[in-house]
């Protein structure tokens, strides 16, 4: 009976010991791909250099190329030759599967003082975040190629590939900011944006008279996330499900 307790208990060991090296140790199994040769890297540029001049009929000037550890994939960081230097990032999945964000990039910087300004507007505003973009939702084809159209031409056609990304930190403005979100949400579905994720927090107007050492974060009064596949079908004037009381 010891002797049938013992090899139970080698046995239960042994599986923990393999369990442990299975959940925390794959990665010395895991062969680490992220070296790259310079042979390899010429081939990774030439090849991307030629995806860009194919794609969009202009130059790109390669800053950097780094390598997956695990899958063996490259991320290419550049500027495109187009007047403006548009910074840009590729991803290549060997063999020749390429993705990049020149697209988003363009629609992003030249929307993003339109918002701006609209929201200047409509709210009190504190700031805009840094983080705010339009671009092409997950999965959708990347179909602007060449010349680029304005993103003003490109909301008026009702594209629904895009995807705008906007956060707001706004005073409440006597009470009134509730009402300026509805309003602001209107004015987005006037310029026929579609599938949207839209956040706005709202502070005690007495914040702006405190030290700047001072946490936000006490003064923040509520907070509305506003997540819609289609704005335009949206009903502004009833945004409870998108709103949260911080403080009353």
């Known amino acids: 009976m010891l002797r049938k307790w013992k090899k139970q208990g ?26 790259i040769t310079p042979d390899e890297e010429h081939k990774v540029k030439e090849s991307t250099v030629q995806y860009i001049q194919e794609k969009y009929g202009k130059e790109f000037v390669i800053t950097k190329v780094t390598k997956g550890r695990i899958l063996g994939d490259y991320n290419i960081h550049g500027t495109i030759k187009d007047g403006k230097n548009t910074p840009v990032f590729v991803g290549l999945e060997p063999p020749k599967k390429f993705s990049d964000t020149y697209v988003d990039h363009l629609f992003t910087a030249e929307l993003r ?20 973009s339009f671009g092409y939702r997950d999965g959708v084809k990347r179909k602007y190629t060449h010349e680029i159209p304005s993103v003003f031409e490109v909301l008026k056609r009702g594209d629904k590939d895009l995807r705008l990304d906007v956060g707001l930190h706004v005073y409440n403005q006597g009470g009134q900011a509730q009402v300026a979100v509805t309003k602001f949400l209107q004015e987005l579905q006037r310029m026929y944006f579609n599938k949207v994720a839209v956040t706005i927090y709202i502070y005690d107007d007495q914040l702006k008279s405190t030290s700047k050492k001072e946490d936000p974060g006490n003064y923040m009064l509520l907070r509305y996330i506003i997540t819609n596949d289609d704005i335009q079908k949206l009903n502004v004037n009833d945004l409870e499900q998108f709103k949260t009381v911080i403080k009353e």
Do not use: H, Q, W
Not at 12 to 33: N, Q, R, W
């Open 10 to 35: 080698l046995l239960y060991g042994g599986l923990a010991i393999l369990f442990l090296l299975m959940v925390s140790g794959c990665s010395l199994f895991a062969k680490d791909t992220s070296k």
């Open 113 to 132: 003082p339109s918002i701006k300004e609209l929201a200047t507007k409509i709210f009190d505003l504190r700031t805009m975040e840094d983080n705010f």
